[in-house]
């Protein structure tokens, strides 16, 4: 890549693997937990984070020489809360649907671990570009694992892909596709704790791949 | 060559190779090994992991054999082509007939459950290079015998496969696991599939078929097959007497119905040292303890029989322990050595909160009947946290002694 340095490319790539943010680092999982449910959802929230993390991250460095830092914590938050009343008033405006199933979870982005973490660990301390493909990067990683996990849990739990029936018709009386041959939808796809197995799925391919994640 | 000597040749043949844990686990599952161990301390002792494992199959045996027979018995009845069998030996209990319909659903259920836990555990064995664990002889028996009759076989392969990765395997295999593996898969049905598990169709074999049949237009009767549990939660007053309850010709899980059979598995399994008294009688105590109290509540009058409590609360508390799941989970799946608690004291703290918790749920969560499930899975969670307690509480003690002894 022409436009990427080595070192930027690592910083975009690495998130998205071997330092995931959900699999690894454990950040954001409440969120991915609780919105995973539908595809859909779990796109919309992804493409919010990726916003607020990437904005956000070049403001922060942007600020970085400026914010005293004994208040540092109470800067990022407005810079936070600034982006998400943003995402959250486009959501309501363009995709107001949408928007009543995310609810209250766009609000709490403000509360992300992973967007406090980037802020503190990488905007601090390095420059508005590379701050800004750090943010892209944890945000892409975030998005990933979200998006499997709402891939496999809208698919197992509902029979659809965004909003689409793919595995035929369940309505009682006029299946067809798997439904015709007894298939029925895993209830437990839908609940938070299925959500919580696939991460950990996730987690257990992604060590038994990489052994170097595995520490004792 | 008799079958010993073939099956030890067998496993020499592939000794070293990969295969070679899953030669050697069907070798000792019918045999003890022919060489024994030469140096170091001995424990001479012939009950290992698979004998232990094989008594409590054998106490579940009973279980089994009258779970087939009722369920031909239950769907002859709600048919209407039998009457109610009038004591334990009754013939029309014990006829040729019901046993067909058993043997034609429930060892399916049986084979299923086995055939999937076994090649997994085989596979895993395999993967991981060690010996084949025996953790699923005894889960593959539970779990026919704690879903409803007419469970369908795919949904069991799942929620085996997923009890068993889930819930052993991905922790490190037997005796590694925090909860029971049949009641994960259980959990699972239960959660995953909620119609299947609960509701007044699906304990009796042929009652869903039929509601299939109404709904396509077809002029027959539906069959009811509400569990007592069912009935009361719904304030009805169950159709069967005390008698049936104890021998177990109720609707029901597969082998969860007879109470009078599971207290001769628990007597067996306490004879043989195999099963913790000290579990089941402490878990008999805390629901009797919690029916106890809802009984006093009702009598106070401080619920009138308007409240959806009322059906449940007002059960004569002994009654609680003939109805639904709680004497074969108190009996088999308490009782677990790995998830249990492992000290004398714990035992009897890991016990009372089982039975307490499992009429508590029963009776307040009427959309989770079986609270034996839940309580039995909660409680593994809390075993290893009541053994810490009381091995620290031991210590403080022998601590002071010695400043005593020494001051």
Redesign the interface.
């Known amino acids: 890549m022409g436009l990427l340095s080595k070192k930027d490319t690592k910083l975009i790539t690495d998130p998205l693997a071997d330092n995931n943010p959900i699999t690894i680092q454990v950040l954001g999982i409440c969120s991915a937990l609780a919105i995973t449910a539908e595809l859909k959802a779990s796109i919309v929230m992804a493409v919010s984070v990726l916003f607020v993390l990437g904005i956000g991250n070049v403001v922060i460095s942007l600020l970085r020489n400026v914010i005293p830092s004994k208040i540092r914590i109470i800067v990022q938050l407005v810079v936070v809360a600034a982006l998400v009343i943003i995402v959250d008033q486009v959501l309501k405006a363009f995709a107001y649907e949408l928007s009543k199933t995310l609810s209250v979870f766009v609000g709490l982005i403000i509360t992300n671990c992973i967007i406090m973490g980037r802020f503190e660990a990488f905007a601090l301390g390095n420059g508005p570009w590379r701050s800004f493909l750090d943010g892209i990067g944890n945000a892409a990683g975030y998005g990933v694992i979200l998006i499997i996990v709402g891939f496999f849990r809208e698919l197992l739990g509902s029979g659809t892909l965004l909003g689409f029936p793919v595995l035929g018709n369940p309505i009682?009386?006029e299946q067809t596709g798997l439904y015709a041959l007894?298939?029925?939808n895993?209830?437990?796809?839908l609940?938070s704790p299925m959500a919580l197995?696939v991460i950990?799925i996730i987690i257990?391919i992604q060590r038994s791949r990489n052994k170097d994640l595995i520490e004792d | 060559m008799g079958l010993k000597s073939n099956l030890h040749s067998l496993k020499e043949k592939y000794r070293g190779t990969k295969m070679a844990p899953a030669f050697n686990a069907l070798h000792t599952f019918l045999y003890a090994p022919n060489e024994t161990t030469h140096s170091g301390s001995h424990i001479r002792v012939v009950d290992d992991l698979k004998r232990t494992m094989n008594t409590v199959i054998m106490a579940l045996v009973p279980c089994l054999i009258f779970g087939m027979f009722n369920a031909g018995y239950q769907h002859h009845l709600a048919l209407g082509e039998i009457g109610r069998a009038d004591g334990f030996f009754s013939a029309i209990f014990w006829s040729w007939d019901n046993l067909v319909i058993g043997l034609w659903k429930v060892l399916p259920l049986v084979i299923v459950s086995y055939g999937v836990g076994l090649a997994i555990e085989f596979i895993f064995a395999v993967i991981k290079g060690h010996e084949v664990e025996e953790g699923y002889l005894v889960t593959g028996m539970l779990v026919p015998l704690i879903v409803p009759v007419d469970t369908p076989l795919w949904m069991l392969a799942v929620a085996v496969a997923f009890g068993v990765v889930i819930g052993k395997e991905v922790f490190g295999g037997t005796g590694m696991n925090i909860l029971n593996p049949a009641l994960t898969i259980r959990a699972f049905l239960f959660f995953a599939y909620p119609t299947w598990m609960s509701g007044d169709k699906v304990w009796v074999h042929g009652a869903v078929a039929r509601d299939k049949a109404i709904a396509a237009g077809q002029n027959v009767d539906a069959i009811s097959g509400e569990t007592v549990l069912g009935s009361l939660a719904q304030n009805h007053e169950p159709s069967y007497s005390v008698a049936e309850m104890f021998f177990g010709m109720i609707p029901g899980s597969v082998g969860e119905t007879s109470t009078m059979l599971i207290l001769l598995g628990a007597l067996f399994l306490i004879f043989t040292k195999i099963g913790s008294w000290r579990i089941i009688v402490s878990t008999v105590l805390g629901a009797l303890t919690m029916g106890l109290i809802f009984n006093f509540v009702v009598a106070q009058g401080w619920i009138t029989e308007s409240s959806k409590f009322f059906g449940l609360m007002n059960t004569t508390w002994w009654h609680h322990l003939l109805i639904g799941g709680f004497a074969f989970g108190a009996v088999y799946m308490a009782t677990d050595p790995v998830t249990g608690s492992q000290t004398n004291i714990g035992k009897w703290y890991y016990g009372f909160f089982i039975g307490f918790i499992s009429i508590l749920i029963r009776v307040f969560n009427p959309a989770y009947p079986e609270g034996v499930m839940l309580a039995i899975l909660l409680m593994n969670v809390f075993a290893p946290t009541i053994d810490h307690y009381v091995v620290q509480g031991n210590v403080k003690k022998r601590m002071k002694r010695l400043k005593v002894k020494t001051a």
Do not use: A, D, K, T
Not at chain 1, 186 to 189: A, E, I, P, V
């Open positions: 009682p009386g007894g298939y029925e895993n209830g437990f796809m609940l197995i950990g257990w």
